[in-house]
């Protein structure tokens, strides 16, 4: 069997947005799955909208993915002088010719097809004229006008074209730039790639260009249609669906193996599973389970995934994504994971559905100072704390190992003492300790911040309530 080799040919006007992205993802799925090999090619005979800053993001989006390409990337600005020998072998072996028609005759022609009831194309008017080349003249394809042209797609079936409705298309405008379908058609036959994996928004395009292939005498591709990606109101994505672009939801706090395995799974399927890692992916993709329906974008579901995705890695896994985000926060972060930050991982990341997310509920392991929510002070630093803080201090104050195990008999003793359930004491300490109401377990939290820095915290608490019970008192 031949080394089956896939491509992903973006346009670089603009940043990789998810539409994009899942084509790429399953053209590199599918190369990996088969050990083949995964193209990169960047379309960019359109000068006019094409930025380096583009290429740049398309680069950042995929190196943030981790999907990596085997060869390229290829630049089609770069392949003009190839495109040109193959625009001079199709005009030399009479399967193209210059046509000289003006843009006011084209315009015209259409008038008069659409008056008939015709479909507006071009008529043939310089088919047969043996023109010669000019500073006007575009380069048709002698397209055949009579059978068919039949697109065997593996995931819609075959499609059928009549050649009557098809005409003879531009292949290199009068400025000498060649077109889209014949540019594609020559890297695609140069760089040998056997297995053409896109959006169905090309399905028109593709008989255009299996003429193309069968007139430079080349094997066809396999072809694959995959249905778009379409917003909740099964309209074509944008951002008011809540898509934007890949490194969009890199900066947001989003894993990429969770976005990976969302995309994919919009448009296929393995039976019931919706966890995937990225190893199995591979291990799993096929085209056969590429199903015909549109898929829906939906951000709540992309975000529950996430949270999944979150939940099941390591802090190792973790905090080189991680880092940047606590670094935003003002916070000092080390090159390696100490045995203090992988506890504040494994407490948070239950309980976190981003990075960012996660990040910012890691503010009060780090903090010197704590800044009390002023609901959470408000209801839980309150004179009636004063008591349970000042005896669960003296009661951590007594002990030196702080465990878990030792710090629940703490909290107990001091329950047994006071009458009071754990409720009345946890939650002023957990408000001394971290300035909010919820956080990961009391005694959790505790045994990460440490012996000192959590009697600090109870004792400034106490602190705090006092000051505030005098200015009541004052006013």
Sequence with gaps: MNTIITRFPPSPTG???????????FNWLYARHMKGRFVLRIEDTDTARSTEASVKAIFDALDWLGVEWDDGPYFQSQRLDIYQQY??????????????????????????????????????????????????????FKAP?????????????????????????????????????????????????NTVIRGDDHVNNTPKQIQLYQALGAKLPVFGHVPMVLGSDRTRLSKRHGAMSVTAYRDMGYLPDALINYLVRLGWSHGDQEFFTRAELIE????????????????????????EHIRRSTPRQLYPRLRPFLEAQGFK??????????????????????????AENARFYYEDTIVYEEKAAGKFLKPAALEPLERIHRQLTSISDFNEKALEDAFRSVMAESGLKLGKIAQPVRVALTGKTVSPGIFEVIAIIGRSRTLERIQAAISYIRQQADIKANT
């Design 15 to 25: 940043h990789l947005h998810l539409g994009g992205t899942r084509t790429a993802l």
């Design 87 to 140: 625009i001079d072998k199709m005009v030399t072996a009479g399967k193209a010719y210059y046509c000289t028609c003006s843009a006011k005759r084209l315009e015209e022609m259409r008038k008069q097809a659409r008056a008939g009831g015709a479909k507006p194309k071009y008529d043939g008017t310089c088919r047969n004229k043996g023109l010669a080349a000019t500073g006007d003249a575009v380069v048709r």
């Design 145 to 193: 006008q009579s059978g068919t042209t039949v697109v065997r797609d593996v995931i819609k079936g075959d499609i059928v074209f009549q050649n009557s409705e098809l005409d003879d298309f531009i292949i290199q405008r009068s400025d000498g730039i060649p077109t889209y379908n014949f540019v594609v058609v020559v890297d695609d036959i140069t760089m040998g790639i």
């Design 284 to 307: 799993k993709f096929s085209l056969e389970n590429i199903g015909q329906s549109a898929g829906v974008f939906n951000p709540d579901k992309l975000l529950a995934l996430n949270a």
């Design 333 to 358: 972060s080390e090159q390696q994971l100490s045995p203090e930050t992988e506890k504040t991982i494994t407490s948070l990341s239950p309980r976190c559905k981003t990075l960012v997310e996660m």
